[in-house]
């Protein structure tokens, strides 16, 4: 049977990153470790297939190992089996690169459409802590969770607004690194002129109250889906279309241009 792959959670770090990307990659895979148990196996990703570290059950080491050979793990992928799964291997894979960050499953999302909508609820409400747990590391500004759909967000809200030409680059991760001064800027422009306060009551109107919570460090999380994973409540990408015209609207109304596009390309 085919593997079709979800993107569980992403981000595209490399267009804002400041830290080093392999060390924060790490405290990712501790924030896993800590919910999904051992690693079962790390491996850099010009690694041949039956090298790297297998059953791993200690952050120390896994640190110890790609810290000592930062070269071979330029590009590396971590391991995971879903602990509650006893029947079949349910993989989670964490993917560490200087253009982004994902974490990947491999059934389509299988795990969490089971028959008892109760399962799939509480699954749904598992990841959303794993989720918000990830996306709480000081140096991640913005995650995603699920990518066919776009079904949560968590950062600042300033990367909710995503003008077509910046972001057809951010997300190409051939040229994610080479936009950090674009979206420095753009991220810069939006905190000056767009109130947190204002996105959320926009975010709150048309999503639900129960939808979109303040965080940590400036952050919000924005969930557009309803209850259960794989039921959305909105086409996101139509939203952020909308959002983006909207903040466009709310801020020519205060004589104030954010995407200057001859700039960006």
């Not at 995603?144 to 600042?156: I, K, L, S, Y």
Request: aromatic share 14%.
């Amino acid at each position: 049977m085919e593997e079709i792959e979800r993107w569980l959670m992403y981000s595209f770090w490399g267009s804002y990153l400041k830290e080093d990307y392999i060390q924060v990659g790490l405290d990712v895979a501790e924030i896993l470790m800590k919910h999904w148990g051992q690693v079962e196996w790390l491996r850099g990703f010009a690694f041949s297939y039956d090298e790297g570290l297998k059953d791993v059950d200690s952050i120390n080491i896994v640190r110890k190992e790609v810290l000592s050979d930062r070269d071979r793990y330029e590009l590396y992928d971590v391991t995971f089996f879903n602990p509650t799964m006893t029947d079949e291997i349910y993989v989670n894979r964490l993917y560490v690169n200087d253009g982004m960050l994902r974490v990947e499953e491999y059934d389509d999302l299988k795990y969490f459409q089971t028959d008892d909508p109760a399962v799939n609820e509480r699954r749904t409400q598992e990841l959303l802590v794993v989720f918000t747990d990830v996306a709480s590391v000081p140096a991640i500004q913005e995650l995603w969770m699920v990518n066919h759909d776009r079904t949560a967000f968590m950062g600042h809200p300033a990367y909710l607004y995503r003008p077509r030409p910046l972001y057809e680059r951010v997300e190409d991760t051939l040229y994610t690194p080479k936009t950090k001064d674009e979206v420095a800027r753009l991220v810069e422009e939006f905190k000056a002129h767009v109130p947190t306060e204002w996105v959320i009551d926009y975010l709150q109107d048309r999503l639900g109250a129960d939808a979109v919570q303040k965080m940590a460090d400036g952050k919000i999380r924005v969930r557009f889906y309803d209850r259960v994973l794989t039921r959305s409540k909105v086409n996101t990408r139509e939203f952020l279309c909308t959002f983006e015209k909207d903040v466009d609207q709310f801020c020519r109304e205060k004589g104030v241009k954010l995407y200057k596009g001859e700039g960006f390309y």
